[in-house]
């Protein structure tokens, strides 16, 4: 399965942004769906995540602000972001794993975000 990462860009604190990923290659039934980042000097870390259902689960830092969304149809997977904070800064990956498996083997190519107070 490939993923194709978009809709990164600069905005100011309290902003708004929203990411999409393309998934091709695979049904993307198959798969648990997720988003990472890594920020400056930080390890990456797991944002949200979404499962074949529809299920979503989030990072504490980020409840109440993103939403994590699919289309099956459509093969994509989307992050609405707001009230957004400097330290959302980082470069943010679309991933996927297969449903029965617990590593994201499959990695998109990062889209950057940057929050400037």
């Known amino acids: 399965v490939q993923l194709q990462a978009s809709g990164g860009g600069s905005v100011q604190t309290g902003g708004s942004l929203r990411l999409s990923c393309a998934v091709s290659?695979?049904?993307?039934?198959?798969?648990?769906t997720a988003w990472y980042r890594q920020g400056p000097g930080r390890q990456r870390e797991l944002v949200a995540s979404?499962?074949?259902?529809?299920?979503?689960n989030y990072a504490d830092s980020v409840k109440g602000r993103f939403t994590i969304s699919r289309n099956n149809a459509e093969k994509k997977v989307s992050l609405q972001m707001i009230t957004l904070q400097p330290e959302d800064t980082a470069v943010y990956y679309c991933a996927a794993r297969r449903r029965w498996s617990t590593e994201y083997k499959y990695w998109g190519q990062g889209t950057l975000v940057t929050v400037s107070s």
């Open positions: 979404i499962n074949h259902v529809g299920a979503p």
């Open positions: 290659g695979d049904t993307i039934s198959n798969y648990v």
